[in-house]
């Protein structure tokens, strides 16, 4: 990270849900991948991993676009598919819901330093709460956006700002906390300091050039902050 950004007054953290907060996106890509096999379709990895961070319609063009090459004019079954991918998907869900490793850690440190903490995840308002106070953690947040809460999905900024003006922190003075790479497009790109947790796919080339920081865990971003400030 640059000293620029180092001496950022940060206000407010924002964290992504799936893959940040709860190890969902695993389990998601799982989903996805055995349903297709069972169905006997193809899947590509860009397929899957690409619609990470997504909300529902734009993980809809993805999935099509991404199989046009094996399925032309958009014969892909994304209907049949995905409903079938969100059936297994929630009953894991019912099953289980783990949080990410030193998930409460850092919230009660972030709490303890007097910073403002909001979700924003693309997944829907009602589904997002309901996952949050399975695991005790509503009470953390002052602030609780989902993806049906603004038209554009992530990569574009629309729902970092949305968090941000209602945490009334001005960007700049705010961290959002993702895992993908659209995520971390979407808090870039709503001017906060993009720090990247990285789940699923390592960050490549590109998306290095995107982020300001990233570590390998939520226990090293906590002890980096812990050392460094907030």
């Known amino acids: 990270m640059d000293e620029e950004r180092k001496r950022r007054m940060i206000e407010a953290v924002v964290f992504d849900m799936d893959g940040v907060l709860f190890d969902t996106e695993r389990i998601s890509c799982e989903c996805c991948f055995q349903t297709?096999?069972?169905?006997?379709?193809?899947?590509?990895?860009?397929?899957?991993?690409?619609?990470?961070?997504?909300?529902?319609?734009?993980?809809?063009?993805h999935v099509i676009a991404s199989?046009?090459?094996?399925?032309?004019?958009?014969?892909?079954?994304?209907?049949?598919?995905?409903?079938?991918?969100?059936?297994r998907f929630f009953a894991r869900l019912?099953?289980?819901?783990?949080?990410?490793?030193?998930?409460?850690?850092?919230?009660?440190?972030?709490?303890?330093?007097g910073k403002k903490l909001a979700v924003a995840s693309s997944t829907r308002l009602e589904q997002?709460?309901?996952?949050?106070?399975?695991?005790?953690?509503d009470g953390y947040f002052d602030v609780v956006i989902g993806g049906d809460m603004v038209k554009a999905s992530?990569?574009?900024?629309?729902?970092?700002?949305?968090?941000?003006?209602?945490l009334s922190v001005k960007p700049e003075n705010a961290a959002g906390i993702e895992d993908s790479f659209n995520g971390i497009r979407s808090v870039a790109a709503a001017g906060m300091l993009a720090v990247m947790i990285p789940d699923m796919v390592q960050p490549d080339?590109?998306?290095?050039?995107?982020?300001?920081?990233?570590?390998?865990?939520l226990e090293e971003l906590k002890d980096f902050w812990e050392t460094e400030g907030i």
């Open 205 to 217: 080339e590109e998306i290095k050039k995107v982020y300001d920081c990233c570590f390998e865990s």
């Open 128 to 137: 997002v709460k309901k996952n949050l106070g399975r695991n005790g953690l």
């Open 36 to 61: 297709a096999e069972e169905m006997g379709l193809k899947m590509t990895e860009e397929a899957v991993y690409g619609s990470c961070g997504r909300n529902q319609e734009a993980v809809r063009a």
């Open 67 to 87: 199989m046009e090459p094996w399925y032309p004019n958009g014969s892909f079954p994304y209907d049949e598919y995905w409903g079938e991918v969100n059936k």
């Open 154 to 166: 992530k990569p574009a900024p629309d729902i970092y700002l949305e968090a941000c003006r209602r």
């Open 94 to 113: 019912d099953e289980e819901l783990p949080l990410m490793k030193g998930v409460t850690e850092l919230l009660d440190f972030l709490k303890a330093s």
